[in-house]
């Protein structure tokens, strides 16, 4: 990558904006740490996409791993919702908190939308702008023309353009160098690996920042449905921004030096090691999750004739460890007072604890669950 060259500043009159060099040309791999990197992620996702066929329902775990990805993601941005809140219904969320969990909860159906979508639509600008339709709609950045391209000048960092940290390429250089990144995405005859592809792929469009609000959350969800898209994973397992969150200023910076001194190679290094630590982490999470499943269905199972509402009940709660007791009525189809008396049996069993102290408005909350994904 030593024949890297990011772009170049172009002076716009009383600021200049980084108008990036495309990338949809051929690509020659030479630093053998990054071949190193490669070699480790390629093993660790492949051992995650072969640990989760083993894994009796997985799409009971799957929305679990989207609500943390919601919550990390947002959390760069500077969103306060933490994983429990970001479970609860809306109308158990103190007032003042609810913008940011309207964003996490947008977050979410974003995700969910991708992912279902991938089935008719392909990895594209298409997708790219329908998904931030929904990421923004109804909340802070509604005014910011979701699910359309930006028709003005933005900027990163600053009070005003004048002094930011960084300023993306003009709006009418949009289309062309979205058109490159799809291009680049579904070109067969660069045989860059794909992991390095959707590392390039992020970064390009994190230096575009082709929308007026949105673009970090929006650039790190499609790194999942990219990985799905090209049969890298078989279920969307792999979600970086925990990584990311736990060292934004390393992924901040290292985007910012692929831009001023034409390294990729330290940016790409980064994301390696991040899909690495991330899938060895899924791995370990997924396993974790099967013993508890086996220990929690093992004391289900005392429960004789309510052993099957238990269950679904529990099938719920990995899904959202977070439940009242109208829920658990509605699950079940069982009565308000049968309902009470399952949720006292489950809370007796130590599989979950009430949470509000409160004799109204009880919730449970599946602790242990939970824990493995904090």
């Known amino acids: 990558m030593k024949s890297f060259k990011a772009g170049l500043y172009t002076n716009q009159g009383y600021y200049k904006s980084f108008q990036p060099n495309l990338i949809n040309r051929d690509w020659k791999l030479e630093d053998m740490e990054i ?25 009971l775990f799957i929305q679990m791993h989207v609500t943390k990805e919601a919550t990390q993601s947002s959390k760069i941005e500077g969103t306060q919702t933490n994983m429990e809140e970001a479970l609860l219904a809306k109308e158990d969320v103190p007032l003042d908190k609810r913008d940011d969990w309207d964003e996490v909860q947008n ?28 990421l ?74 082709p929308f007026l609000d949105g673009n970090g959350r929006i650039g790190r969800l499609f790194i ?41 190679s330290r940016w790409f290094k980064f994301f390696l090691v991040g899909v690495t630590e991330t899938a060895r982490s899924g791995i370990q999470t997924f396993d974790q999750i099967l013993q508890l499943q086996k220990k929690t269905e093992a004391k289900i199972a005392s429960l004789g004739s309510r052993a099957l509402n238990a269950q679904k009940v529990l099938n719920y709660l990995y899904q959202k460890p ?5 829920m658990i009525g509605k699950i079940t189809g069982l009565s308000a007072a049968s309902a009470y008396k399952l949720a006292d ?18 919730l449970y909350v599946f602790q242990d669950y939970l824990n493995l994904f904090r």
């Open 35 to 59: 071949i190193s990197l490669l070699s480790k992620a390629d093993r660790e996702l492949g051992r995650l996409d072969m640990f989760s066929d083993y894994i009796p329902n997985l799409n």
């Open 322 to 326: 977070i439940v009242n007791s109208a």
């Open 224 to 264: 999942t449905l990219y990985l799905v898209s090209k049969g890298i994973l078989k279920k969307p397992i792999l979600y970086l921004s925990d990584f990311f969150e736990k060292n934004r200023t390393l992924y901040y910076d290292n985007l910012m030096r692929a831009r001023e001194k034409n390294d990729i």
């Open 345 to 362: 049996d489950l809370e007796k069993l130590k599989i979950f604890e009430e949470i509000t102290g409160g004799q109204r408005g009880r």
């Open 136 to 209: 923004l709609q109804g909340v802070r950045g509604e005014q910011k023309q979701p699910g359309n391209f930006r028709t003005s000048q933005n900027w990163i960092g600053g009070a005003t353009i004048s002094d930011a940290v960084f300023v993306p390429p003009v709006h009418t250089s949009i289309a062309d160098l979205m058109s490159d990144i799809e291009m680049f995405a579904h070109n067969e005859t660069i045989f860059l690996p794909e992991i390095l592809k959707i590392a390039l792929i992020h970064y390009q469009f994190e230096t575009i920042h």
């Open 107 to 134: 977050y979410i159906q974003a995700m969910n939308y991708g992912i279902e979508r991938l089935e008719t639509l392909p990895f594209s600008s298409r997708l790219i702008k329908d998904t931030h339709g929904i």
